[in-house]
């Protein structure tokens, strides 16, 4: 009779683990917790989670206080899952603000999702933009074969981005830090400057100005697709615990831009004395 109340009490927890909880799949919780809501912010304020869910959270009850009895003697009987033991946590509710519910371990001696999860959950949402094309010609005005075309990316497409993945007590902040551009001219060149390059600026003198990025077109054309890619070095680090480390660069291409290319003959006024 004992064997048989156990079984029916695993059977219980068994059909109360599969109930829908937070979209987790795509996250990879650590092992025994059974899914958790993941918050991101971005550092452009916009709220964002797994599912999709905007503001969505996600509360964590470990007391069952507000619940029948049966439940409370039930789970109190339920042995914890495979390599864990009752000193390293308990059952507990998990409750979200999208109506969805389940009981889950948590775990009391490591966080309920490994900080680097959070990290790559962050990574997901990093609010990247593409870079913006400025020259100089600029766009839109003929270009000189044999002279340089400065360039640079709009500086609003420039500058660290941050994106912060939390579950109650511990996030983790992914900072995005661009480093470089590739222009790839359309004739066949590239440029990789190292740095979003340097605004011409009509209101210095020719001597002061020095582009720190450039290009010289060396044929003419109508139409030259010019594109800019930045790239973007990415580090995280964890709070509530001592974690952090680096992910994959990253990289955004602009839309093509077409540069016109001409070249300007000189014109001889010496004339020969008769």
Known sequence: MRRLMILAILALAGTLLAIEGPAAADVGPTRGSGGVGIGVRTS??????????????????????????????????????????????????????DGTAGIAWL???????????????????????????????AVGRDQLVNLRTWLWIDPATWGARSATASVPGLSATVTAVPVSVTWAMGDGGRVVCRGPGTPYDPKRPEAAQHPACAYIYRHAADAYAVTATTRWRITWVAHGVQAGGTLPPLARSSPATLLRVVEVQAINNNQTSQ
Do not use: H, M
């Open 44 to 97: 452009g304020g916009t709220g964002i989670s797994t599912s999709g869910a905007s503001g969505r959270t996600c509360r964590w009850t470990v007391t069952q206080a507000n619940e029948p009895e049966p439940f409370k003697s039930i789970w109190a009987k339920v042995p914890p899952p495979p390599g864990e033991t009752v000193a390293s946590g308990q059952w507990a509710r998990w409750d979200c603000s």
């Open 107 to 137: 775990p009391t001696n490591r966080p309920v999702v490994a900080p680097v999860v959070l990290a790559r959950e962050a990574y997901r949402y990093l609010p990247l933009p593409a870079p913006r094309v400025r020259t100089n010609p």
